[in-house]
């Protein structure tokens, strides 16, 4: 009998709303409508957020459980994060949808942040492919196979620029650049949602984390960011406005402060600059507890007070507060009327009008079929995805004496290092539902691609200690002093033909809260390779690693290096294919690898100085050390070379406003076929405000085959010579720019000055 009034009671609220479709005149009309229906109490209940991560299709076992599902039958869950899978989704759905007052469906959240089932490169990595064509592909899977799992909504993507390599979390973001970033940020958006958050294949992006997260003082997670309004406009925050012109769905606050205020509940950036300067109609999560942070962070004295700030400053849904500050404090604070309930309905709104564009309303479980998860997840088409993307991400960042391609036939190869036969660091940090069972390690990779008669020799070196691994969900410890391995190491070694060393930081070394002092191999790795170097026989490491890394000694020592990063489910293969030539590297880096620590922080698109680096001791530089980077930002090497010539420009004068084209010829100069990243830079040579020695404005990714050319065009606009003064505003001048075209943001090709008028 409960059964059949619920299954009525169902068919009533799909009804309701069903009608509603038919007759309104649009979506607002829709929201407005149910709005009137809701009491205070279920308004504040759609701004709340609470992790769902246990079973709710079994028995209820805990008074967490029961208190969650309680809540939601009351109508005062908006959100779950943490919940997947067709099943379990579909029974969390069901307590909203068929046992609340009103029905109104949850939106559940996720981390698919490069991937879901099937892993893909982290983002530092994806960006490191300037690839945008293969980054939207990737997502689009990621996307595909979230919702299969009856995940509507993801927590990415992450688009804070960063210029500190300390930081953990620069893996999980686009570099140091904001053009490239705002480029990654449309192609990653796009991916997600389609265009069309309609689709039962697409899900809603969140643009994280709004704003200069990227900037921490010391690179420690969480810590106080201080930048200047100038560099804030013109570095951190254009990302976030490309990504409200790609449509993102919704935007998640910062945890740090900005220049003295939290990011959540910053009026001035999130009320003021993103709803209503940039009329961004989507909605603002906060991060975990970050509306209760607001009490460390001295804002605020209690709860109630965050509470208070939060909303009225613009953050319109809580993420599991751990005490419960809107639900608990905001029907005082309208009742007091220190918070109008307008503010509450406006947040409601918003939060509605997502779940109306992903059509829960019309069917709530149409996310959740168990059917179509069992024929999306790990789909043999989603790993070639994988794979051609994990192959665009790898950086050759040396090749002495042309050690690399391997031959295939090279009669004894010995693979050395703690990270060689580990299957669980492929999938870096974030890796969702991935499942080291399905990564493929660099040693497995390497054994499939040589040919029958070719031995492959394994010994790890440095030892990695399980029972002491530090960290959430950390596998092993790498950060160790043990060279008990290393005899043995050397041994295999000195029966090899080439030696390729597998060395960096596992997984769990980068991601959130996992800042490092020292960005040089952990451990005692460095030793292993200069053991490994005593042999004589050529040496190439590949490094997996989730942030730039300082390497002077292995950069001057190593042969061949490359920079493989954390590359998902195909990174043995894709490794594989780089070592043996089966694929001709392409990727060129996101981010400047600083020679030394000290350097930090370090990046192309620095201001000039008055007093610019020279062998002059009144110059900017150190007394004992160089001002330049060891690898610099768009740097990569391919096994074939390109040659640059015939630069020209439409016009070397031009009004305001008119677009110019710029040119260049581009040829395959060696006999393997390569893909270029032909990059563009410009700077403005006198300004009102200091410029930028270097600013990307445009890149293409060509392929040639051998001696092939291609004219490679651009066309720059308006918009490209505009900067933002220290009041927020878009402003550009008439002078001379230098426009610059060139192999990396060092290696220039051709330049000309053109004036603007």
């Known amino acids: 009998m409960l059964k059949k009034l619920n ?48 079973k709710f299709t079994g028995p209820v076992q805990t008074e967490n459980r029961k208190k969650l599902s309680k809540a939601i039958k009351n109508g005062h869950v908006g959100s779950l994060l943490n919940v997947t899978s067709a099943k379990e989704t579909r029974a969390a759905q069901k307590l909203a949808v068929e046992n609340s007052r009103l029905g109104i469906p949850l939106i559940f ?141 919704t935007f998640m606050n910062a945890f740090n402060t900005v220049n003295g205020r939290p990011a959540t509940g910053n009026d001035y950036l999130v009320d003021k600059t993103l709803k209503d300067k940039w009329d961004f109609n989507g909605f603002v999560v906060s991060d975990w507890n970050s509306i209760g942070e607001l009490v460390p962070h001295g804002v605020a004295k209690n709860s109630k007070e965050a509470a208070k700030i939060a909303i009225k400053g613009g953050t319109d849904m809580d993420m599991e507060s751990t005490n419960d500050a809107y639900l608990n404090y905001l029907p005082e604070l309208v009742k007091n009327g220190e918070v109008s309930e307008e503010k509450v309905n406006e947040a409601v709104k918003r939060i509605l009008r997502v779940k109306y564009k992903l059509g829960l309303f019309e069917d709530p479980y149409q996310y959740s079929s168990q059917q179509r998860e069992k024929e999306t997840l790990l789909d043999e088409e989603h790993l070639k995805t994988s ?20 031959s295939k036939d090279i009669e004894t190869i010995a693979v050395i290092g703690p990270l060689a036969d580990d299957k669980d660091s492929p999938l870096g940090n974030w890796r969702a539902q991935g499942g080291n069972e399905n990564a493929v390690s660099i040693l497995e990779g390497i054994k499939q691609e040589v040919k029958g008669d070719t031995r492959v020799l394994h010994a790890q070196g440095c030892v990695l200690d399980k029972n002491n691994a530090r960290g959430f969900s950390e596998k092993v410890n790498i950060n160790t002093n043990d060279t008990s391995g290393f005899a043995e190491a050397y041994q295999t070694a000195q029966k090899a033909d080439v030696i390729i060393a597998a060395v960096g930081e596992t997984a769990y070394m980068s991601g959130e809260g996992r800042s490092r002092q020292n960005i040089d191999l952990p451990g005692v790795q460095k030793q292993l390779l200069k053991k490994l170097r005593k ?141 270029e990243i032909v990059q563009l830079y410009i700077r403005d040579l006198v300004a009102n405000y200091s410029r930028p020695v270097k600013e990307l404005k445009g890149f293409k990714k060509i392929s040639l085959e051998p001696k092939e050319e291609k004219i490679v065009e651009f066309e720059l606009n308006k918009n490209d010579f505009t900067y933002y003064n220290d009041n927020n505003e878009q402003i550009w001048e008439p002078g001379d720019y230098r426009i610059m075209i060139g192999k990396s943001s060092n290696n220039i090709k051709g330049e000309k000055i053109i004036s603007i008028k």
């Not at 009137?36 to 991560?53: A, P, V």
């Not at 997502?139 to 979230?146: L, S």
């Not at 794979?387 to 004496?401: D, F, G, M, Q």
């Open 7 to 54: 299954f009525v009671r169902l068919c009533i609220i799909l009804s309701l709303f069903s009608i509603s479709l038919l007759s309104a005149d649009s979506m607002e009309q829709k929201i407005d409508d149910l709005l009137q229906k809701m009491t205070l109490k279920e308004k504040i209940g759609q701004l709340n957020q609470y992790t769902g991560s246990a």
């Open 109 to 249: 959240g996720y981390d698919v942040i490069h991937g879901y089932k099937t892993i893909f490169p982290v983002p530092l990595a994806q960006a490191s492919s300037w690839d945008l064509a293969q980054v939207e592909k990737a997502n689009k899977v990621a996307a595909e196979e979230a919702s299969a799992a009856g995940v509507h909504w993801t927590f990415a993507p992450m688009i804070d620029v960063s210029r500190e390599p300390r930081w953990g979390r620069i893996m999980e973001g686009p570099g140091e650049d904001p053009y490239l970033a705002s480029q990654l940020a449309k192609a990653q958006i796009n991916g997600f949602q389609q265009n069309d958050l309609g689709k039962i294949n697409t899900i809603a992006a969140c643009a994280k984390h709004f704003v200069a997260y990227g900037a921490p003082v010391g690179g420690r997670d969480y810590n106080t960011a201080e930048v200047s309004d100038y560099t804030l406009n013109n570095i951190y925050l254009p990302p976030f406005k490309a990504s409200v012109e790609a449509n993102a769905a």
């Open 387 to 406: 794979r051609k993307l994990a192959e665009e991400s790898i950086v050759l960042l040396k090749n002495k004496n042309e050690l690399l391609p391997l």
């Open 535 to 675: 042999t004589g026989k050529p040496v190439i490491v590949t490094l997996m690693n989730g942030r730039p890394l300082a390497l002077p000694w292995t950069d001057k020592n190593i042969p061949a290096i490359v920079e493989t990063w954390f590359l998902g489910n195909e990174m043995g293969h894709a490794v594989a294919n780089i070592l043996f030539g089966d694929t001709n590297p392409s990727g060129k880096l996101p981010v400047t690898f600083p020679r030394d620590l000290g350097q930090v922080p370090i990046y192309y698109n620095h201001l000039p100085t008055g007093r610019p680096s020279s062998d002059d001791i009144f110059a900017t530089g150190y007394i004992d050390g160089s001002t330049q980077p060891l690898y610099p930002f768009g740097y990569g090497l391919s096994y074939t070379d390109f040659g640059y010539s015939d630069f020209s420009l439409s016009s070397r004068e031009i009004e305001m406003g008119e677009r110019l084209k710029v040119k260049i010829k581009v040829k395959n100069t060696g006999d393997r076929v390569g893909e």
